[in-house]
């Protein structure tokens, strides 16, 4: 078996764009965990502000959930720049053909992870149901921590979406959270094109 690929190889791979937006409220992180998601990529990125928005590019080798073949999935990234507060939201684009959503809370303020309902909501109104990961941010702030992992999984638990832990700072789960929403929507992709096709 070759080890070394062709180059046109890359190309070849089937390659999905997907709009992935992160929500919740000022300073819980979402701006740095996309540039912590970032990191290490300094070849296939380009950055494009407009409005209230910050769009990042980055894409991720991933699998086909039903062939295990790979394939690329070319995820535009969207951030809230400035300190804009979830009423702002309500009217925006920002949502807009939104295929995949972080919603972002800071263990160290319990309250961030309560207003992730009027986030979730905000962006459904607009984007439908979409996969979403809640992200529980910042768990290298031990001694500030005041969210436990149990409170954090009943709340998600009854919302009905998986949680991830992260720390921005270290990078634990950061690219992970990615991965898992790509996975999630992925999934369901393959779920109702299977439904379609009467697979
Ligand atoms: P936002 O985009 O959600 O508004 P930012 O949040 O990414 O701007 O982060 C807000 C502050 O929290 C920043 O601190 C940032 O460094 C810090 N922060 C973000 N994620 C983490 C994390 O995982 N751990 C720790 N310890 N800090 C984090 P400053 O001081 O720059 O305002
Ligand atoms: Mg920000």
Redesign the pocket.
């Known amino acids: 078996m070759a080890l070394l690929e062709e180059p046109t190889t890359e190309l070849k791979t089937p390659r999905l764009k997907l709009k992935v937006c992160l929500a ?10 996309i ?1 912590r998601f970032l990191e290490d990529v300094f070849d296939d990125r380009h950055i494009v502000t407009f409005g209230e928005a910050k769009v990042t590019q980055r894409e991720l080798q991933m699998k086909m959930p039903d062939s295990g073949d790979r394939m690329r999935a070319a995820l535009g990234v969207w ?2 720049l400035g ?1 804009c507060g979830l009423a702002q939201f309500l009217k925006d684009p920002y949502f807009r053909g939104a295929q995949g959503l972080l919603v ?1 809370c ?1 263990v160290t303020r319990p309250l961030t992870l309560a207003r992730l309902k009027g986030w979730r909501r905000a962006a459904t109104k607009v984007a439908g149901q979409i996969p979403t990961y809640v992200v529980a ?5 031990v001694e500030d921590r005041q969210l436990r992992e149990d409170e954090i999984r009943a709340f998600c638990r009854r919302w009905g979406s998986p949680y991830l832990l ?5 990078g634990e789960g950061v690219e992970e959270a990615f991965r898992r929403l790509t996975g999630l929507f992925l999934r369901a992709q393959f779920r109702n094109m299977k439904g379609i096709l009467g697979g």
Request: net charge negative; aromatic share 0%.
């Open positions: 919740g409220e000022e300073a819980v992180g979402k701006t740095s965990l540039r951030d809230i300190q972002v800071d941010n910042k768990v290298d702030l992260t720390s921005a700072k270290t």
